[in-house]
């Protein structure tokens, strides 16, 4: 399971709006769940009723008891009706209570015996109860999107979701991810449908009624939460890694996208076998995209599914592929959550943490280690709060196995890994991971025999690793101090833990005089120490977690001159951007703006980007500034430098850019569209509104929506009112940029305003879809709240159609209640 998360930036932007509970340690201890019986085999038949939204199925579960004689059976399956138990043509008596189903066996069964037990049953996902998290929004498990075909703008599908434990709102089984069944489905739909699952499509046989049978054949085994269907209109681009084949499910429009967006794949396959030890273990690989999914994508074994954010067309790929760290993301579960799955949702960490740190492995592989580290700088960015501080990252007590999925599970676990890593050395660590991969191939892992796994390898004992950062919380908060002897020619580097937990760890200090350092290699293991070094000239810079590997929030007292030189000497990505960060407030002094001048012919574009952000050009000493940033504005490589370059350019008064944001708009790239378009607007108004009239094509003009929509709410461009209330609710809402929150929310106010039904609609529409979406952080209620003001507004105006846009507002509201 991969989530972004959407949702902080939500609470960022309604202030107050939404309020969140703060979470209390629960005192109840989560253990895995017992093994009682165990799953062998699961054969379902399922068709789908779209009238009712519901899916009429039965079931064949094979099982056999774990170790003591059973004589019962309990399954779960949420909010189903049973209509018939049987096993070996005899009618079984059960007990439902709408969430367990309690069998009694009529037999006696031994440890190594294997028996089987038919249901017939209906699903109903609309009655499920059960709530999901941040990470998965809902937990219904079985998801019909526009089922009767009413929404011009959404195509009819049918996608599953079951992490954690939503499967069973579909199928009877044991909803637990200690256990493990291989599997084969009977799916019968609409003809003009395809289909997916897990495993090889082995049969499809058309039947009299003009609908069609797929037999979907899984042979090996993975856990409950991992079984797939996928059903819609969709186009199945083929694409193949050796012998297995890789397929991209889209709809139709995206067709000549999808290898644009998937087709890194393969390359993804062979790097992460190879890395592994382990060839990817399964017979197929394909990928498909959902509308309306309820969180990032989903690691079903063979068939992961994405949200509709995965979709890009060239403009956007161009300038980067956004959703390639999730499509590496998913593919690495296939080694760790299903090939060895964590035995209870407080391990999470054995999936969620190798899965985020697969992100860096596929970076640091494919675009070098600066690009890896700027993604992880952002990962470690999205753990640094006070919430996560309290939670170990493995959990056994919780409120909700929703709530492991978050930034201690994801991005602090990915970051534990990288700092193993470092530990260790590549070939260790890498030998560690195929031991653990093979020790418990198809079965479970926890914690323990992943720090077994590597200790056999490398011999280590990492006992001290794995308590205070397995097992324990928070991170290392250091307040580090030098003091120069001049007299002794020593400098002492004093380092303070100031928070809570007391840490251990190696660490790296450089000690720079002129550009050579001298490395030592410490140990930190009490609250207090101070570690001493000889140097012949004082140093120009004492570089302290040199290797950039620790987890932990670090306070020194480096200079303007210390920060000029970090820049100078620093190899590493976080060297630079600190040295970066430290000096913008500096730029009155000379060698602090030189240096940022220095820093926009990084060799990293990312850095190229924040010097040309931060860089003041107002500046007495900003004359080469600009000429640097001309350079990069036409010539930089990477688009989203040169479009960043174009848009620091535009602050600057005149028109003497004016060519050069016209020639911006006939690039291939999204990003410098946008730049050039909004700057154009400011000194040649006509000019860019002839360009965004020109841009017709339906799938173009919503890829380039951060480039129009602002003109279009700057010009008040009655036309696109309906585009841009469409499109209102991700640029409210779900962005940090706040420049974009505050266009959008002029453009919310303009619609909220107007006499146009079609777009007042649009806005209804999207807000009751986030409302309904978000329900459980109650979004309905601030949804409901702004539509009053709507209604209210439009109830007040003096429009003739002020009865029907005040009916279309009202009735959105009704919907919200």
């Excluded at 609908?211 to 186009?235: C, I, N, Q």
């Excluded at 539509?787 to 005040?806: C, F, H, I, P």
Aim: aromatic share 12%; glycine share 6%; charged share 25%.
């Amino acid at each position: 399971m991969n989530f972004k998360l959407l949702l902080l930036c939500l609470f960022l932007s309604l202030g107050a709006g939404i309020a969140q509970e703060t979470e209390t340690i629960n005192t109840q201890y989560r253990a895995e769940r017992e093994k009682i019986n165990d799953l062998v085999h699961t054969k379902l038949k399922v068709s789908f009723d779209f009238e009712k939204s519901q899916m009429p199925g039965e079931a064949w579960i094979t099982l056999t008891p774990h170790f003591y004689h059973v004589s019962d059976l309990e399954l779960d399956a949420k909010a189903m009706l049973i209509h018939k138990v049987t096993s070996n043509g005899k009618d079984l008596t059960y007990d439902y209570d709408g969430n367990k189903l309690r069998i009694s066996l009529g037999n006696t069964y031994a440890k190594g015996d294997e028996y089987t037990v038919y249901i017939k049953y209906t699903a109903r996902p609309e009655e499920v109860t059960q709530q999901g998290s941040i990470a998965i929004k809902d937990a219904k498990g079985l998801y019909f999107v526009d089922p009767l075909d009413t929404d011009p703008k959404k195509p009819t599908q049918i996608w599953t979701q079951g992490e954690t434990e939503a499967n069973s709102c579909w199928f009877p089984t044991i909803d637990s991810p200690n256990q493990k069944t291989s599997q084969e489905i009977y799916m019968t739909v609409p003809d003009q449908y395809v289909t997916l699952s897990n495993g090889i499509l082995k049969e499809q046989k058309k039947n009299s009624d003009g609908s069609r049978t797929d037999y979907w054949k899984f042979d090996k085994k993975h856990a409950p939460y991992l079984f797939f269907m996928g059903v819609g209109e969709y186009s199945v681009v083929q694409d193949k890694w050796k012998d297995i084949a890789v397929d991209y499910y889209v709809e139709k429009q995206y067709e000549p996208y999808a290898k644009g967006i998937f087709g890194l794949t393969p390359e993804m396959m062979d790097f992460f076998s190879d890395y592994t030890g382990v060839v990817y273990p399964w017979s197929k690989y394909a990928q498909i995209i959902g509308r309306d999914y309820v969180s990032g994508a989903m690691e079903n074994t063979t068939a992961v599914i994405h949200q509709e954010m995965a979709y890009q067309t060239t403009g956007e790929l161009v300038d980067k592929n956004s959703w390639e760290s999730t499509i590496a993301h998913e593919l690495f579960h296939h080694w760790f959550g299903d090939l060895v799955t964590a035995e209870s949702w407080s391990n999470l960490t054995v999936n969620e943490s190798f899965a985020n740190y697969s992100e860096y492995l596929w970076f640091e592989y494919k675009y070098g280690k600066d690009y890896a580290d700027a993604h992880r700088h952002v990962q470690i960015a999205g753990y640094l709060s006070p919430d996560n501080e309290l939670k170990d990252l493995v959990r056994f007590h919780y409120n909700s196995r929703e709530d492991m999925f978050d930034a201690v599970s994801y991005n602090k676990g990915g970051t534990i890994l990288h700092m193993l890593r470092n530990y260790l050395g590549d070939e260790a660590f890498k030998a560690g991971i195929k031991q653990y991969l093979n020790d418990h191939k198809y079965g479970t892992g926890e914690a323990h025999q992943l720090r077994l796994a590597f200790e056999e390898v490398s011999g280590k004992d990492l006992n001290w690793f794995f308590n205070q950062w397995y097992f324990s919380n928070g991170h290392p908060k250091l307040d580090v101090t030098y003091v120069y002897s001049e007299e002794a020619k020593i400098v002492t580097v004093q380092i303070e833990q100031t928070q809570e937990n007391l840490f251990q760890f190696p660490l790296a200090i450089e000690v720079f005089e002129g550009e050579t350092a001298k490395r030592y290699e410490v140990w930190v293991d009490e609250k207090s120490k101070s570690f001493s070094f000889k140097y012949g000239n004082k140093p120009d810079l004492v570089n302290v977690d040199a290797d950039r590997t620790l987890l932990a929030e670090i306070k020194d007292d480096k200079s303007l001159e210390n920060l000029a030189h970090l820049y100078k000497v620093g190899k590493k990505y976080e060297d630079r951007r600190e040295a970066i960060e430290g000096l913008v407030g500096m730029q009155e002094n000379e060698l602090a703006y030189a240096t940022l001048q220095n820093a926009l012919n990084d060799s990293f574009y990312g850095l190229r980007i924040m010097a040309i952000d931060k860089i003041e050009l107002s500046n007495a000493n900003a004359k080469k500034a600009i000429k640097s940033i001309e350079k990069l504005a036409s010539e930089d490589e990477k688009t989203l430098v040169r479009a960043k370059a174009i848009s620091k350019l535009s602050k600057l008064e005149g028109a003497e850019y004016t060519e050069l944001y016209k020639d911006g708009l006939s690039s291939n790239s999204n990003a410098i569209k946008v730049s050039s378009l909004q700057a154009l607007y400011a000194v040649d108004k006509v000019a860019a509104m002839q360009y965004a009239a020109s841009v017709n094509d339906e799938l173009i003009k919503k890829s380039l929506k951060d480039a129009l929509i602002p003109v279009y709410i700057m010009d008040q461009t009655e036309s696109e009112i309906p585009f841009v209330a469409d499109n209102l609710m991700e640029g409210m809402f779900f962005t940090e940029d706040r420049d974009k929150q505050n266009t959008y929310k002029e453009g919310f106010q303009w619609v909220a305003a107007s006499s146009n039904e079609e777009a007042t609609q649009n806005l209804v529409d999207s807000f009751v879809q986030f409302g309904i979406q978000y329900k459980q952080y109650g979004a309905d209620r601030i949804a409901k709240q702004v539509l009053q003001q709507v209604l209210e507004v439009k109830s007040q105006s003096a429009y003739e159609n002020k009865d029907a846009l005040s009916k279309i507002v009202q009735d959105g509201i009704t919907k919200l209640e």
